[in-house]
RNA sequence: GCCGAAGUGGCGGAAUUGGUAGACGCGCACGACUCAAAAUCGUGUACCGCAAGGUAUGAGGGUUCGAUUCCCUCCUUCGGCACCA
């Protein structure tokens, strides 16, 4: 008797489907798209591990199961290549990062194919190849176009040690990752993209999308909108004008001064020449250095100094003194806010510098309201809260005059107006490395930036660099690319040194594997039309607030360029969930990465794949244990002994068909929702229920499709051995009669005061009557009715009947 | 602190809209085959109890004939955000 055996079997199909280019797509002519895309991965030099497994082999089932469909289904893979681990094996090796990343990524490319998944590799991209990055350059200079790029200062981390900008991934708790010094914040000038632009569409268009509620959920507090007001505000004496945001503005008589953020302009403003300016400026320095260094604790930290500077009397209530203040954020609303007694953060801030307040809502409690009017407690966000001031609004709740209250600032104060703010920043796009797409921009003599034509493109990376860290975007070093500048533009033209965030290069990389490596053009609209947006993306949690949006904005933005005629590039989106070892999650530096090799070597793809899907649902993931691989190894091995091996074409026993419908809608019901656990153990139910019995050829069939995307190579085998025609993976899924489910009899539970006391079995025919006769008639249901009549009988149809005494 | 998800046998996990808790698999025990072991196959396996029966889905309460499922309070674990005025 021959073992299933999947060292030779699963090379021969995977070679079989290659020859066959059954995954190739062919994508201009496709009548029924389905685009399945998993998240491209970083092409690193360890092998794949678990985590990668548990990712790509259940979203290939995925892809299966649909082309079983009738679907013709786009499944490409390619690499987001650029990013830091190339070029930090570059600085110790001096081995170059195009180097090293084409190696990683044909080492990856096979040990892909190994799990027998349904790529079309023939679409594959690499973003870190001249004929990728022409593109990401290409979107850059759209940007430029249409005034969504701009540049302004921007901090970066910098470690005055290793001479380097740090990403915010190398900074360990104010530290850099490498040498332990204290990383410091550097002003440069840098690129940023307007994303703020669209946020309020990144935040409408988030209820269509079939998406994690969870995922959605980050990206809205992340997005964070908020309505209020700007009030107008003058320094007194200075006649310095600016605007104030205040995202509560019933309180705001209750503000006594005000707080800005030591970064801010003004202050050295404000304080120069004064007594204050020595204390203020010190106080400055000593915050700077302290958010630098990352070593804020924002709950401690409250501190500030007077700058001896007041606003000029706003609302009528005396003028607010000026403090700078440890906690005002400068990159949110304008770096400066009044305050008041009903906010908890400045409620502190006074107590602790003696600053007077003054309540305007208190609680309807006379007692309580006395606290807050002996500043007991900061009395704050109670709806229920009694207005006192403004004498308008007298006795009204807190809570419901929010809107009439801005409508009176604006319109009978005139000393503000309806603002609405965002918490998402502009993107920064620049970074200060060798390995990534350069920024199409050269400079003029003068300074000016202009962007590099079309024609130049793709504008090349230059490789005559100094990897090692000099403090200076790597690219300064290039003579090549310096005299290239000077060649075309003029002399004294420098170019752009800064590369490009690799979430740049992977914003857009779905409209890329549509265009098969075209040089000429960026999309194609019947292309786009076609098969956008995406049906299914899978990928990690991980990037629900980084890659997702930049996706969304980098789409929104190409719809208003007119290049693409969808908004969302995603329509659906799942999670895989995180396999972790001991609880910690794998990484190369805790030294517990799983490698899936030895149990490829021992047991198979298809066993390990399908391993990896019985341990619970898709989206949870869990710790990693290999016990428990031996019962996939034994399925397979008796699927193949039972309808591989001794497989006779009979008649299906009788409840064969039976159970081979229900394991029908079992699998189909899982696939859908994609619960692969439990389609497994539909499968398993199907072959200990059928396993001894007399079944036909047609049977096996069905089970060998159902099997397909799960084991895809044994299932292939299966079908070859049943006489199957072509490929089992172009079949169609086996549908179920549902009228085949009914059985003659149906057993039906009998609870006495909700507690199970029998069971009866009746006609599936039977009626309410006859079934609740039968359940009273049972012996140990009377035992437990004591001889009482029921005084509540309840029937669930097909299910149990509930009696109560 | 805020937002989100989850807590079920020795373990991974199952359970349409509230309707027989523990499917499927691992492990374990016993048995068959074997000189023996592995592999394979068979039987059993939530807990307490000799049994009748009772107790069980993180803890406590509520709604209900009936709750893993719905509501309230709390605990634990994981993920995300964190002075956003």
Redesign the pocket.
Known sequence: MRDYDPSTVEPKWQKRWEEARVYNTDLKNAKNPYYSLVMFPYPSGDKLHVGHWYNFAPADSYSRYMRMHGHQVFAPMGFDAFGLPAENFAVKTGTPPAKSTAENVKTMITQLKRIGTMYDWEKMVNTSDPSYYQWTQWLFLQMFKNKLAYKKLGNVNFCPSCQTVLANEQVWEGKCERCGSEVQQKALSQWYWKITQYAQKLLDNLPGLDWP??TK??QK??I?R?E?VNIRSRIKDLGDEFEV????PQTFMAQTFTVI?PEHPLVEKMVKGTAQEKEVMAFVERIKKKKAAKR?N?ME??EGVFTGRSVDNPFGTGDLPIWVA????M???T?I?HCSAH?E?DFVFAKKYGIPLRPVMFPADPEEATKVRDLEYCYHKDPEAIMEQPAAFKGRKWGEVRGDIITFMEKDLKIAKRAV?Y?LRDWLVSRQRYWGAPIPIVYDPDGNPHPVPEEHLPWLLPTDVEFKPTGKSPLTYSKEFIERTEKIFGKWWRPEFDTMDTFVCSSFYYLRYLMENDQKNFIKKDLEKNWLPVNMYIGG??HA?MHLIYARFVMMALKDFGFVSHEEPFQKLVHQGLITNKGA?MSKSKGNVVSPDSFIDRHGSDVFRMYLM????FT?G?DW?D??I???D??V??VWRIFGQDAKDAKDAKDVTVELHRAIKKVTDSMEKM?F??A??AL??FL?AV?GKAFSNETAKKFTSLLSPIAPHLSEELWEALGGKGFVIDQQWPTYDPKLLVTDTM?I?V?V????RG?VEVGSGASESEILGAAKADT?VQ?FLGGQKPK?E?Y?KG??V?L?V
């Open positions: 509620e969870k959920i980050m507090n992340w964070d908020s209020g945001y205040d995202s509560v953020a804020f924002f930290d409250v440890s906690f005002v954020v990159e949110y609303g770096g806010v906010d953060r703010h918490r949690p991980e607030c999650k019985f341990m619970g649902p949870d869990g244990s016990t428990g031996k019962g996939t034994r399925f091995q008796r619960h656990n439990t497994i153990s398993m139910e200990n396993e057993i539970a609870q005061n909700g507690k199970l069971q140990n035992k509540k309840i669930i299910k149990l509930s109560v």
